[in-house]
């Protein structure tokens, strides 16, 4: 029955840039479907396939994306998982991280979804949306009216009712393709099992009796290890008359998809049902550790965990994943609300949602402690993968009563997730709402103050980093005022630093050294030392640079390196890296300064850092113009201005960042003539931003003169007022 995928197979892996993962079973059946699907995917901008639950949609539209012809996807087929997603405001974020698009400016994110995507041919497979059918239309109606060669294709069990939308209802299996389909499940379980005439009647009445539906099939075949066929048809007529659920007004296979699944829990010991209704309680995937703490006690030894849930995979209600970060589990969307509803029956779910809340708040506050260590890729891996059910904690905090001060807390522990992994946008989001909600403070509980500075520091960092001065302003303000009233030390700490940041970016020299100064001073008066401790130094360093004291900028940049190379920190030390090679420019060594910048731009696109690689780019063109190559100074700058788009204000619209840019385009102009140089320009512009780093480092391969004449300082610039725009201090990146 095995067979292996043809060539032109999608299975055998995507064809297409994008996201689509590579299948791990046989796609059996539907050749006529997909051939259609095809068809009208060349023809229609949007089509929307549809049907009931477990009719096997999701597959399908992934299987037949990835055949659609190169012309019409030539930036990818995406795939945009919905399901876990519970608010309408967050599925624009979604849809960004996804596409891996990062943009750290204020402007609405709708508004940089249809810019990203006005010039592209891709194809996206909008999957789950159901929950989130208003928010969704909304956004497919304004992505079709923007990108002519956007094609989308949504996965759902009702229309996005839009002009334009073709329909495409996904029917259940054939019985033969349904029988195949149960058969090579099982013979995955059991190597020696194959259709036969001895079986092949009692499969294929199986199957009739499950409507030939893919995830009522699998789910039986997950029995068929321990029954034949026969016994497996025997049983199944029992399950049917005792767990037809539902009204007389709910479809018939609707009925039958959920007798399946209640069939299957009926099968399952007292233990496997009450893990499968505790697991329900997670969003997207999660890891044994936490299933083991979360849903242990009460009738489940956390030892018995992970055998009651090896139970549950073999019987398909779990699925097992391989990410970046171990061994992941996921249950279906059905499956998982088939076990919410016993949770809800036997009164539990408020409780397993605060354990759930309780092991998520501890694991960013774990993470947040060792983002000052040799793990912060790992840290920020982690995260990534625990962001759905992170979402659902912080959720939970802000709608239950009594709970928003711990939203609070775990929305500015996760500051270095925000700041540091290019979630800005997203965290502004749940920093906003904690802070607007009452902080329901009982007179004097320190606990419940001290997580409100926190969030108030974050949100003004953060307001910082995407260039909006007042809120940030007036979120700083309030938490320096409320900090020095109560005494807490910490946060007014962070608050003077934050506070630092502003002026440096706003060209106001000497308040940055001053606050700076003080909140250095601070943090060492507590015992403060993290990766804000470290960017604090790395900042009162470019203010001392920009004035023009090189030994001084270089001396605290050393001191921070070596810093970070005792605690194995690597995403403050990039920005180290970065005013070490400034001032090695400036003093005309420009091989050291190349070498810097390598290292800096290697550590930034590893953490995806968009501000960070941006500086560097913009620095190392300078450096390349300075080398005598005008024209890959040109390309570098085109480059680098095509990522301001997505990272703010160009150069923060400081006058002191910006002379190594004006510096480098005269010098480029002045070699290669205006029209020249417009034209190396828009090559860089054209440049992805793996493409642009790929570039930079691999230019050092090239001879260059080590020296050239130093002159006597930085080009110092002209004082201005204040303007917004982001910090340089290196906490805005990517994600």
């Known amino acids: 029955m095995r067979r292996t995928p043809r060539p032109e197979d999608p299975c055998a892996g995507p064809p297409h840039p994008g996201n689509l993962p590579h299948e791990l079973n046989r796609f059996l059946g539907r050749d006529a479907e997909l051939a259609a699907l095809r068809g009208i995917v060349e023809s229609a901008r949007l089509v929307t396939v549809t049907g009931i639950g477990g009719v096997g949609k999701s597959r399908f539209a992934a299987h037949a994306a990835a055949g659609t012809p190169r012309e019409l996807c030539r930036d990818g087929v995406w795939r945009v998982e919905l399901a876990a997603v519970r608010q309408p405001e967050l599925v624009e974020y979604t849809l960004a991280e996804t596409l891996g698009l990062t943009d750290h400016t204020a402007r609405p994110s709708r508004q940089v979804l249809l810019d990203h995507l006005a010039e592209r041919r891709l194809v996206l497979v909008l999957d789950g949306f159901e929950h989130l059918i208003d928010a969704c239309a909304s956004l497919v109606r304004d992505l079709l009216r923007t990108a002519p060669g956007l094609r989308v294709i949504a996965v759902g069990r009702r229309p996005l009712a839009l002009d334009g939308e073709r329909l495409f209802p996904l029917t259940p299996l054939a019985a033969a393709d349904a029988a195949e389909l149960l058969a090579d499940r099982t013979a995955a379980l059991l190597p020696d099992f194959a259709l036969h005439d001895g079986n092949r009647a009692d499969v294929l009445e199986v199957c009739r009796r499950l409507d030939c539906l893919p995830l009522a099939v699998e789910l039986a075949a997950g029995r068929l290890r321990a029954l034949s066929p026969a016994q497996l048809l025997e049983r199944l007529d029992d399950r049917f008359r005792l767990l037809t659920g539902g009204g007389r007004d709910v479809l018939p296979r609707h009925q039958t998809l959920r007798t399946t699944i209640g069939w299957s829990h009926e099968l399952c010991t007292a233990q496997e049902r009450l893990l499968w209704a505790r697991l329900s309680v997670f969003s997207g995937s ?42 992941r589990y996921r249950m279906l969307d059905t499956v998982r609300a088939y076990g919410a509803e016993w949770l809800d029956g036997i009164a539990d779910t408020a409780r397993m949602r605060r ?140 608050a003077v630093h934050r506070t630092g940041c502003l002026a ?41 640079a920009f ?178 725009s982001p910090t340089a201090n290196g906490g805005e990146t990517t994600g």
């Open 286 to 327: 999660f890891d044994l550790e936490a299933a083991e703490y979360i849903c242990s006690g009460d009738g489940l030894h956390a030892d018995a965990v992970l055998d009651v849930l090896h139970e549950l995979l073999a019987q398909s209600v779990v699925f097992r994943e391989d990410s970046s970060t171990g061994v």
């Open 355 to 494: 354990r759930h809340r309780d092991w998520y708040m501890g694991l960013a506050t774990w993470c947040e402690l060792d983002w000052f260590s040799p793990r912060q890729g790992e840290v920020a891996a982690r995260i990534d993968a625990e962001l759905p059910n992170l979402r659902a904690a912080l959720e939970f905090c802000l709608t239950e009563p009594g709970e928003t001060h711990l939203g609070q807390h775990l929305a500015g522990t996760l500051w270095f997730y925000w700041a540091g992994c290019g979630r800005l946008a997203e965290g502004r989001h749940w920093l906003r709402r904690s802070v607007e909600l009452d902080a329901e403070n009982p007179e004097g509980d320190e606990q419940y103050g001290a997580s409100r500075l926190k969030v108030l520091w974050v949100l003004g960092y953060v307001a910082i980093l995407q260039g909006d001065t007042v809120p940030a302003l007036a979120a700083l303000q309030e938490c320096r005022d409320e900090a020095e009233r109560t005494g807490n030390e910490t946060a007014l700490a962070y």
């Open 504 to 544: 440096l970016v706003t060209d106001d020299m000497p308040r940055a050294e001053q606050l700076l100064r003080d909140a250095l001073a601070r943090y060492r008066e507590i015992g403060e030392l993290n990766s804000n401790v470290l960017m604090g130094q790395v900042e009162l360093a470019m203010a001392a």
């Open 547 to 724: 004035q023009g004291e090189m030994a001084q900028a270089v001396a605290l940049c050393e001191d921070v390196r070596q810093v970070c190379e005792d605690h194995g920190e690597r995403w403050t030390r990039a920005y180290a890296l970065y005013v070490l090679a400034y001032a090695h420019w400036s003093g005309g060594e420009l091989a050291r300064a190349r070498q810097l910048l390598g290292e800096c731009l290697a550590i930034d696109h590893e953490f995806n850092d968009l501000l960070g690689t941006v500086l560097a780019v913009e620095l190392l063109a300078l450096v390349t113009a300075a080398e005598g190559d005008a024209s890959e100074a040109a390309v570098l700058q085109g480059a680098a201005a095509r990522i301001w788009l997505s990272v703010g204000l160009p150069l923060f619209g400081s006058a002191y960042y910006n002379v190594p840019h004006e510096l480098c385009e005269r010098r480029a102009r002045e070699a290669l003539g205006d029209a020249r140089f417009a034209e190396l320009a828009r090559v860089g512009e054209q440049l992805g931003h793996d493409e642009v780093v790929a570039r930079a480092l691999g230019s050092d391969a090239r001879a260059r003169s080590a020296t050239v004449p130093r002159p006597a300082r930085a080009p110092a610039p002209e004082t201005r007022k204040p303007a917004a």
